[in-house]
């Protein structure tokens, strides 16, 4: 039986085991711990520049609303383009979220433009 395609990977998975414990099972985070994926304008923006960014980098921009920096989970956890397109594309996806599915060639493409 031969393959037709890369194997789609399972972005909700990826993101029980990446990204659930803090943003939770719903995407709606923890009160004053962790920000709601659900609605979120970084989440639901056309270009995925920000979010996957965040992804990579971590990010700290909230502080001042109370919550803590988040760690760079895509370096820490070593994910590939493949793992980060499938995570983005489950949130941008779930919880009442709409946004448009982001193709690998996109998340290559903005991995690129982030500087180590």
Do not use: F
């Not at 985070?29 to 979120?40: D, F, I, R, V």
């Not at 520049?49 to 803590?68: F, L, Q």
């Not at 988040?70 to 590939?80: E, F, H, Q, R």
């Amino acid at each position: 039986a031969g393959a037709a395609g890369p194997v789609k990977l399972e972005g909700a998975a990826l993101y029980d085991n990446n990204c659930q414990a803090c943003h939770q099972p719903n995407g709606e985070g923890l009160k004053g711990a962790c920000p709601p994926l659900k609605g979120s304008p970084v989440v639901q923006d056309d270009s995925p520049d920000k979010m996957i960014g965040i992804i990579m980098k971590g990010y700290s921009a909230r502080e001042s609303e109370g919550y803590p920096a988040m760690p760079a989970i895509g370096v820490l956890n070593k994910l590939s383009a493949a793992q980060i397109q499938a995570i983005i594309n489950h949130e941008r996806t779930s919880w009442g979220n709409h946004a448009r599915e982001i193709p690998l060639d996109e998340v290559e493409a903005v991995l690129g433009k982030l500087t180590p």
